[in-house]
């Protein structure tokens, strides 16, 4: 599973308090299968799952 970069996930989240839509797709992209494979492993079905990945991002 990948790890996440603390630091680059704070300035994600910064950018996206100042409303830069950009950095939501950075977001995205960047830890959508980590998010799926954290709800995978709770929920054991993968619809759902990739509903959560939706519902979140």
């Not at 996206?16 to 959508?32: G, V």
Request: aromatic share 10%; proline share 0%; with cysteine.
């Amino acid at each position: 599973m990948k790890s996440i970069n603390k630091q680059e996930l704070h300035l994600i989240f910064q950018e996206i308090k100042k409303e830069n839509s950009n950095k939501l797709d950075d977001l995205y992209c960047k830890y959508n299968k980590l998010i799926f494979n954290i709800a995978f492993s709770i929920l054991k079905n993968c619809e759902n799952s990739e509903d959560i990945v939706q519902t979140f991002l």
